[in-house]
């Protein structure tokens, strides 16, 4: 064998490596993440949501779903959490961190998914963030203009919570919705 058919043939299976490895860092990509729920459900989280650190330790998991391509792509926070309180209480202080928005966009949805009672919440306009300080304690707020959140609580039969908040630039709350729900819709699957 020739010294060029030598390199010819190193080439095509360097091409070859490098063609499987992106085939297969495709699907890695695309692989949907589960949320185990109180080991009584579980929620499908999109591939689309990137799986990100939590910026506070009271969150259990948190993705990103964004718009748009490469780092210019606005983002919003996808946050999971056990919590508590009245389900009523929680929607109204979902509510109160927002001031503005559209009337009809501001809806609360309640729905029966198998053994779990969902409240799916929506809210847009000026959102007061709490930095450091969460949402019963000080903190310095800061308002974000034209944001949105879409939100959900499940009520496990035995009543424990577990909320589900989707909050960012409006443009990206809206334009991920539908996925949102359909993974909160998971939970009975």
């Known amino acids: 064998m020739s010294r060029r058919s030598f390199l010819n043939q190193i080439t095509r299976c360097l091409a070859i490596v490098a063609l499987a490895t992106t085939f297969q860092n495709s699907f890695a990509e695309e692989k949907v993440v589960e949320v185990n729920v109180f080991g009584a459900g579980s929620l499908e989280v999109p591939a689309s949501f990137k799986k990100v650190a939590p910026k506070s330790s009271i969150i259990e998991h948190e993705f990103q779903a ?15 959490m056990a919590a508590g309180g009245d389900v009523k209480a929680n929607i109204q202080r979902w509510k109160g961190q927002f001031a503005g928005g559209k009337a009809e966009d501001q809806k ?31 903190g310095k707020v800061i308002n974000r203009e034209n944001y949105a959140m879409a939100g959900a609580i499940l009520v496990h039969p035995e009543g424990r919570k577990y909320f589900v908040k989707m ?14 729900v359909s993974m909160i819709k998971s939970i009975n699957e």
């Open 66 to 80: 964004k718009t748009g391509e490469g780092k210019e792509g606005e983002t919003a926070r996808v946050t999971f």
């Open 108 to 138: 609360v949805e309640e729905m029966k998914l198998g053994n779990w009672q969902v409240y799916i919440v929506d809210v847009n306009g000026s959102f007061a963030e709490r930095m450091g300080g969460g949402p019963f304690a000080g």
């Open 167 to 180: 909050i960012g630039p409006a443009e990206v709350v809206k334009a991920n919705r539908k996925s949102f």
